[in-house]
């Protein structure tokens, strides 16, 4: 190993690959078609966070490299939710204060969902109304087919292997 490899190792790939998969996950239509998520900037957001932090939890099962590789995710996340907040017109002097709370709405949603998803169906859905619908979901929303869907991507992510995630196949 050259002496400037030492001095400065790379740091580990950042899983981009990864997101670019989550953000397609979270923009299909039947989220929104169906499930009744709002196709609004704050809808988008919710079902992003909602994406991002099953994969989170999903990585918490790998224990250090998975942490590990959760960190260089959610790096990715907030580095985009940055730029979106931005391009809204948001000045430099409170993206940071927005962001922050995006980053806090991701890990209560982390908390939700993983409680959530340890109990039954009902439980789930009781979360996501809490979190996509912010307490009310409108009458198109349907929290059941919205769970069901979002239990069996949890589920899905789960059958994957770390490398697999990492390489973008949810």
């Known amino acids: 190993m050259s002496l400037l490899k030492r001095l ?24 929104y078609a169906v ?4 196709d609004t900037f704050d809808g ?35 580095d985009d939710m940055d730029g979106h907040v931005r391009e809204r017109g948001i000045g430099d002097l ?4 927005h962001v922050g709370r995006m980053v806090a709405a991701l890990g209560g949603r982390v908390d939700a969902y993983r409680a959530g998803l ?13 979190n996509l619908w912010r307490g009310t979901p409108p009458d198109t929303a349907r929290p059941d087919w919205m769970a069901a869907r979002l239990r069996e991507l949890s589920e899905r992510l789960a059958r994957q292997s770390r490398a697999d995630l990492l390489e973008g196949r949810l």
Do not use: Q
Not at 94 to 97: A, F, H, I, M, T
């Open 8 to 31: 400065f190792p790379s740091a580990p790939p950042r899983p981009a690959p990864l997101y670019a998969a989550a953000v397609a996950e979270a923009r299909r239509r039947d989220w």
């Open 94 to 97: 409170l993206v940071g204060k």
């Open 118 to 130: 340890a109990g039954d169906d009902a439980a789930f859905a009781e979360a996501l109304r809490r």
């Open 35 to 38: 499930g009744g998520a709002p």
């Open 44 to 78: 988008r957001f919710d079902m992003l966070a909602a994406v991002v932090a099953l994969i989170l939890i999903r990585l918490e099962a790998d224990g250090e490299a998975g942490a590990a590789d959760g960190v260089r995710l959610f790096e990715l996340w907030v």
